[in-house]
């Protein structure tokens, strides 16, 4: 059985195959998706003497940066594609 979490090997794996350039960011909430700059991590023992790692957005006012862009979302599976609803033809006024 896998765990439903991932270990630090995992995420160093994941991280490995992107631009060692990018900034790192944290996307929080999938009703809400918002975007948040990480500013710290720290490495504690959990409740039940598991060793994490926790990665911690900063404690700015702008550590929050917005929405998470739409693709993001769609690439997490929080939300699906959206597409834009078909035009109709619009009506002419009634100018009596």
Do not use: I, K
């Not at 060692?20 to 909430?29: E, F, I, K, P, S």
């Not at 998706?33 to 006012?61: C, F, I, K, N, W």
């Amino acid at each position: 059985m896998t765990s439903p979490e991932m270990t630090v090997g995992e995420l160093v794996d994941l991280l490995s195959g992107c631009d060692r350039n990018g900034l790192v960011r944290q996307a929080m909430n999938p009703f809400f998706p918002m975007a948040h700059r990480l500013a710290q991590v720290v490495q504690s023992v959990d409740e039940t003497g598991q060793l994490v790692v926790y990665l911690a957005e900063g404690r700015d006012e702008n550590s929050q940066l917005g929405h998470l862009p739409p693709e993001a979302t769609v690439a997490l599976a929080w939300h699906g594609p959206v597409q834009a609803p078909p035009r109709r033809p619009r009506r002419a006024a009634d100018r009596n």
